[in-house]
């Protein structure tokens, strides 16, 4: 009993504590010791990166949003890193390069998205190096209002708002990325975010590292530059617009495959290594624990299971109240059934890493287009 009470209670601290109680904390102590960053207003000469693979439907409109923005032309490069695309993508792009002169094609071998992107900073000639990917819009003031944070001189990374649209079936990931920004906002506030994202973010160039290619940019590149000394910001004013996934299930298969990278950079990152002692906080708390949180649903229910029959009250009231959420998850779609589902992917993404690792290529997610 001692031991299944102890499992009861380490994991229910746990799940509170990752989902409710570290984003409250969080948002407290940066309103204590927050720490601004100084913007500047310069327009230092930018390399905007697009990772590619099978990209035809969208790499057209990608191009010409990136071409439209409030930048000053002369001072933006765009390069497509095409990870051995197999459809039209290559010629698409060759077309609008024909009559851009700021757009580039650079043509990488299978891969996948980092392998490209390294590539593609190789050849790459700005002071400051942006990524995008190739389904997502950016607002025309996006680009100026990202790199005006990197005037500071301890930023090195800095990371923009995305914003989901309405997705068109049942997923409910736009609920859960409006809680995610709240807690960035806090965590860069105190000093450096513990992840970014994907569509848009920058790093000035002699801040960028070649990560392992089955990293990604978005958790490795935030803690490796805080452990160089230097800081990663969010921007929620440089605005990115993304499609998700349409329905639940898709958004499911989607968090699969990339907790599979969050598990393979837990385990082979050294995230902890040269970290102070708040940001280590930040680590365990948002990243290593909410990666758990599968693990951590399965002790607290197994516990409670235990206890109910023998135990206090409390714990036949905390199994009534799992019961009825898997029940409401089970009954219709909806936040229950979003936050089982992706949940218990952390579940699966583990397993799969520990039993066939995690490649480095990817795969676009369904509806995302």
């Known amino acids: ?10 994991s229910l601290g746990a ?3 990752t989902h409710v109680g570290y984003p409250a904390a969080a948002a407290l102590a940066a309103r204590v010791r927050g720490r601004p960053v100084r913007k500047g207003g310069g327009t230092p000469r930018v390399s905007v990166i697009v990772a590619a693979h099978d990209e035809e439907d969208v790499i057209e409109r990608r191009l010409e949003n990136l071409l439209g923005l409030d930048y000053p032309e002369d001072l933006v490069e765009i390069l497509v890193a095409s990870d051995a695309s197999s459809d039209r993508t290559d010629e698409l792009v060759e077309a609008v390069a ?14 996948g998205k980092v392998a490209a992107q390294n590539l593609a900073v190789r050849e790459a000639d700005g002071e400051v190096l942006a990524f995008s990917d190739a389904n997502a819009t950016w607002a025309a003031p996006a680009l100026r209002k990202l790199v005006r944070n990197l005037a500071d001189p301890e930023v090195a990374y800095v990371c923009g708002q995305l914003r989901l649209e309405a997705a068109d079936g049942t997923n409910r990931e736009g609920a859960y990325w409006r809680y995610e920004l709240l807690v960035r ?6 000093g450096s975010v513990t992840g970014g994202n994907g569509s848009i973010y920058a790093v000035r160039r002699e801040d960028y590292v070649e990560v392992d290619p089955r990293f990604g940019h978005d958790l490795a590149f935030p803690y490796l530059m805080v452990q160089r000394g230097r800081r990663a910001v969010y921007e929620p004013e440089a605005i990115a617009f993304e499609k998700p996934s349409r329905d639940i299930e898709d958004e499911y298969a989607r968090k699969v495959r990339m907790f599979e990278h969050c598990w393979l950079i837990v385990a082979e990152g050294d995230m902890l290594r040269s970290l102070d002692a708040v940001y280590r906080v930040e680590i365990v708390s948002h990243r290593h624990l909410r990666y758990g949180s599968g693990l951590l649903h399965l002790v607290l229910l197994g516990s409670s299971f235990v206890l109910a029959p023998r135990g206090s009250r409390a714990y036949r009231v905390a199994l009534a109240g799992q019961l009825a959420f898997l029940a ?8 229950p059934r979003y936050y089982t589902l992706v949940t218990w992917a952390t579940v699966v993404a583990l397993a799969n890493y520990l039993r066939r690792g995690v490649p480095a290529v ?7 287009r």
């Open 1 to 10: 009993m001692k031991a299944a009470k102890a499992l009861f209670w380490g």
């Open 15 to 17: 799940l509170a504590w």
């Open 98 to 111: 024909a009559r851009e002169p700021r757009v580039r094609l650079v043509r990488a071998p299978r891969g």
């Open 185 to 190: 906002e806090a965590e860069s506030a105190l």
């Open 328 to 335: 409401a998850a089970a009954a219709r779609p909806g936040l």
């Open 362 to 368: 990817w795969v676009k997610a369904e509806g995302t």
